[in-house]
C-alpha cells in the first residue's frame, strides 16, 4: 500500500463543481449554460426562482438559483442542505414539488425543480377573495396528506401559507420551498428554533417554547380559514395585537359556514398545542374528521379527484397565473454564467457545501 502515494496526481486547479464530493448521485455535467432562463417567477431570501428552459430537449423547469455568499454570511448552510434532503425525499409524493437534479458553480447553488404554472393558491385567493366550502375542503385535503407524508419521515414543514402552495396545470397542490423544514424529529419530540410567517405563527412558537410537529397543523388551520374568510385568523396590520390574538384571544367564526368546518376550524387552531387536532394520532386525526367525511384519501392520493378549479394555462411556458410582481423583474445575466473557478470565493466555500448536487435517476 505504501507505494500508491506515487500516483497521486499533480496539484490540482480550485475544485471545479463536479469535484465536489457528490456522490453516487452526481450530475457532473450539469452547468448554467444548459439552460435558458426566460422569466423570474419567485424569490426569497437567498436568491430567486426563475422559469429556464433546457436547451437539449426544449423542457421547462422552475430553478432556484441561490447564492453562496449569502447563505454562508447568514449561516444558513444547514438549511439549505435540509431542504435538499427533503427535496430528494419529497419526490415520492404527488403534492410536493420534485428536484430532478442540484448542481453548484462556486458561487451559486441550483436546485431544478418541477415548473408549476397554475400558480400560487395566494394569487388565486386574492383574485377571489375567498372559496366555497368544498373548493377548500379539497385544497385542505391536498395539503393534509402532504404534511401526513413529510411527518411520516419525521419532517416538520414549519411554514404552510397561500404563497408556499401552488396549483398544477390541472389545479392540484403542490407544496413549494423546504427551506424552513425540520428533520429527524420523532413523534414525541420537540424543538426551539423561532421561524415562520407572522400571521400563521402558532402560539408555542410565539411564546419560543418547545413546539412539535402540531405547529403544522396549526397553519393548516390558518390556511383553511384564509381560504373561507379572506383573512387568516386573529389577522391586525397591527403585528402586536395580531399577536396578542393569537396568544389570547378567542377565535371568531363569522356566520355561514358548516358546523363540520368551524369544529375543524377549532380544533386545528387550539392554542394549546396538545389539545390540538392531530396532537395524538397526527394526520389520521385530520383524516377522520367529519368535515373530510365526502373525501376518499385513496382517490385524493391517486389525483382521482377533479380539482373544483382548473387554472387557465395554455401550455408549459405560460406565466399568467405568476404574480407579476415577479415576472417584471429583469433576469439577472449571471444567472446563466458559469463563472472563473479560480475566484477566491470559489475556493473559501466549495466545501460548505458538500454533497449539495443530486441527480434524479434515469434523468441524464
Known amino acids: 500500500m505504501a507505494h500508491c502515494n506515487q500516483l497521486a496526481p499533480p496539484p490540482s486547479p480550485p475544485p471545479s463543481p463536479s469535484d465536489v464530493n457528490l456522490g453516487v448521485s452526481a450530475n457532473p455535467h450539469a452547468k448554467p449554460t444548459d439552460f435558458d432562463f426566460l422569466t423570474v417567477i419567485g424569490k426569497g431570501t437567498f436568491g430567486k426562482v426563475l422559469l429556464a428552459k433546457l436547451k437539449s430537449d ?18 444558513e448552510q444547514k438549511n439549505i442542505m435540509a431542504e435538499r434532503n427533503v427535496l430528494l425525499k419529497s ?33 388565486h385567493l386574492q383574485r377571489e377573495r ?27 414543514y414549519r411554514d404552510l401559507k397561500p404563497e408556499n402552495i401552488l396549483l398544477d396545470a390541472q389545479g392540484h397542490v403542490v407544496l413549494t420551498d423546504f427551506g424552513l423544514c425540520k428533520e429527524g ?14 400571521e400563521y405563527l402558532a402560539p408555542e412558537m410565539l411564546r419560543k417554547e418547545p413546539y412539535d410537529r402540531t405547529v403544522d397543523w396549526w397553519c393548516l388551520g390558518s390556511v383553511l380559514y384564509e381560504m373561507l374568510y379572506s383573512l387568516p385568523p386573529f389577522y391586525s396590520r397591527d403585528v402586536a395585537e395580531m399577536y396578542d390574538g393569537i396568544l389570547h384571544k378567542p377565535l371568531r367564526l363569522p356566520p355561514g359556514k358548516s358546523d363540520a368546518v368551524c369544529h375543524l376550524l377549532l380544533g386545528l387552531l387550539q392554542k394549546d398545542q396538545h389539545q390540538r387536532l392531530g396532537a395524538s394520532s397526527d394526520f389520521v386525526e385530520i383524516r377522520n374528521h367529519i368535515f373530510f367525511s365526502p373525501i376518499n384519501w385513496d382517490d385524493l392520493y391517486h389525483k382521482r379527484i377533479t380539482p373544483p378549479y382548473k387554472p387557465s394555462v395554455k401550455g408549459p411556458a405560460d406565466i399568467q397565473n405568476i404574480d407579476p410582481e415577479f415576472t417584471r423583474e429583469m433576469v439577472p445575466n449571471s444567472v446563466g454564467r458559469t463563472p472563473d473557478l479560480a475566484s477566491s470565493f470559489a475556493t473559501s466555500s466549495s466545501n460548505a457545501f458538500n454533497g449539495f448536487s443530486y441527480v434524479e435517476d434515469g434523468f441524464l
Open 58 to 75: 426544449g423542457k421547462f423547469y422552475a430553478v432556484k438559483v441561490l447564492q453562496k455568499r449569502i447563505i454562508l454570511k447568514k449561516k
Open 91 to 123: 419526490l415520492k409524493h404527488p403534492f410536493l414539488v420534485g428536484l430532478h437534479y442540484s448542481f453548484q458553480t462556486p458561487e451559486k447553488l441550483y436546485f431544478v425543480l418541477d415548473y408549476v404554472n397554475g400558480g400560487e393558491l395566494f394569487f
Open 130 to 156: 375567498c372559496f366555497s366550502e368544498p373548493r377548500a375542503r379539497f385544497y385542505a385535503a391536498e395539503l393534509a396528506s402532504a404534511i401526513g407524508y413529510l411527518h411520516s419521515l419525521n419532517i416538520v
Open 185 to 198: 424529529l420523532e413523534p414525541e419530540a420537540t424543538t426551539t428554533t423561532f421561524c415562520g410567517t407572522p
